[in-house]
């Protein structure tokens, strides 16, 4: 073994899970490859920042964390300091010119070659950059370490994207959308719970436009059955769902699936048809309203999240109190509102009519005001009900109370459980009921099945 291959790695990533399935596979290569993988970032030799470009936040996030760990050079053993991921693959020039403590870059079509990009740096000196075609999609065969905690994983079922929104810039950091092969979902899907797992969480950016690029053989209806067929996997949850690509056949199976959570992320982003053809969204204020009082009607119990965009070129006071009202009457469980971010190269970039900041933060304070009720009213409805709940640990603030989700809190962006009595396992699934709740998290009791 070489002397590099004994190096400790030290991982940071940044934004979505989809980032996170790409860290995991670059953990998976370097661990491989015999690398340590350590969560000291002071004893690492080699720190990895994976990072979100999406937006004007999570470049600004990207920038602090790299610059944090770049002092990693002086206070620990850092000799390597890797960017990965979406922001060199947008503002490559920028950073090599910008960030002179980076030494290697690495695009999003570039990070399975991680190791061998590594071995190239100890061969020459300099910065170096790896940001090239980002059409690349990984299979079944390249290593992945899970780092979720060992109940859950990610399973990204496609890349990229092809909706072409005039606010996103995610089609030129990660091409058009490519469904990964069937075959190679399951397998990678029967090693995750052979590891451990029992949820898996199916993301891409959008999961309906699954396998719509392929020979028609494939679709997310039936990779669900698959994956469900599965003996040990428990739970299937769906994140990034668009409103338009939601099926008969999903509903349906939404309705008799009992492995499938009763649980859907549909990120509309807004109601007003004004703002939804300037966005380019392929679906209107009617198709959404009226999908989601048939989620309702025919998936009982089923709880709904979105996520919402105030403030975009044009969103007149008309537009934003339609999207108030629509919050309020919609009563979505849960509901993320980010303010208008003006990306360089789109075209909502370009457009008249841009919302002051100041008006794009009132809209948003006023969105989340409006959302806390309905999650409030919503979460006190639970009370009483008995809920299947994966239990993850103890609570932060004592060891006497354990912590979990129902099937209906998907991690990290929903509420928690926690549980005031009974005894189990981290990673078992226990009967609970529920009985009390605050905005946002549930209290309960574990009972006899």
């Known amino acids: 073994m070489s002397n590099q291959a004994k190096q400790k790695v030290s991982m940071v990533s940044l934004g979505c899970p989809k980032n996170l399935v790409d860290a995991e596979v670059m953990l998976g290569v370097l661990s491989q490859q015999g690398y340590e993988i350590t969560m000291d970032e002071k004893e690492a030799d080699v720190i990895i920042v994976n990072t979100c470009s999406f937006i004007k936040e999570a470049r600004e996030e990207s920038v602090d964390a790299i610059l944090d760990l770049a002092d990693r050079k002086n206070d620990g053993n850092c000799k390597t300091l890797i960017v990965a991921g979406c922001l060199p693959q947008r503002y490559q020039e920028e950073l090599a010119k910008e960030l002179e403590e980076v030494d290697i870059f690495i695009g999003t079509g570039d990070y399975p070659r991680v190791a061998e990009i590594l071995a190239e740096h100890t061969a020459q000196t300099g910065q170096i950059c790896y940001v090239g075609d980002p059409n690349y999609i990984y299979d079944e065969n390249l290593p992945r370490l899970n780092s979720s905690p060992g109940w859950y994983a990610y399973l990204k079922i496609g890349e990229g994207c092809s909706n072409c929104c005039t606010y996103c810039v995610i089609p030129s950091l990660r091409g058009p959308y490519r469904s990964r092969p069937m075959d190679a979902l399951v397998a990678e899907a029967e090693r995750l719970v052979k590891g451990g797992v029992r949820e898996l969480i199916l993301v891409s950016q959008d999961i309906t436009r699954y396998g719509t690029d392929m020979d028609g053989s494939s679709s997310l209806a039936e990779l669900i059955r698959q994956l469900a067929a599965i003996p040990d996997l428990k739970w299937i949850r769906l ?26 992320d549909i990120p509309i982003q807004h109601i007003s048809d004004n703002v939804l053809r300037q966005m380019k969204r392929r679906s209107s204020e009617q198709q959404v309203r009226d999908l989601i009082e048939r989620l309702r009607a025919e998936v009982p119990g089923i709880t709904l999240r979105t996520s919402l965009i105030v403030g975009f070129p044009g969103e007149t006071v008309d537009d934003f109190l339609n999207l108030l009202q629509f919050v309020e009457k919609a009563q979505f469980d849960r509901l993320g509102v ?16 841009q919302v002051s900041e100041r008006v794009k933060r009132e809209r948003h304070r006023k969105l989340m005001k409006a959302q806390a009720r309905v999650s409030f009213r919503r979460n006190r409805a639970m009370v009483g009900k008995i809920e299947q709940v994966i239990v993850e640990g103890y609570s932060e603030e004592t060891e006497l109370l354990l912590k979990g989700r129902t099937s209906r809190q998907a991690p990290d962006i929903d509420g928690q459980v926690y549980i005031t009595s009974g005894h189990a396992d981290i990673g078992d699934i226990v009967t609970c009921k529920i009985t009390d709740s605050s905005d946002y998290d549930l209290v309960a009791e574990m009972v006899e099945e």
Request: charged share 30%; net charge negative; proline share 10%.
């Open 239 to 264: 994140l990034y769902a668009y409103p338009d690509g939601i099926t008969d056949e999903l509903i349906e199976l939404l309705k008799t699936e009992p492995k499938l959570c009763k649980y859907l």
């Open 338 to 353: 980010f303010c208008y971010s003006k990306e360089d190269g789109t075209p909502a970039a370009e457009m008249p009519d």
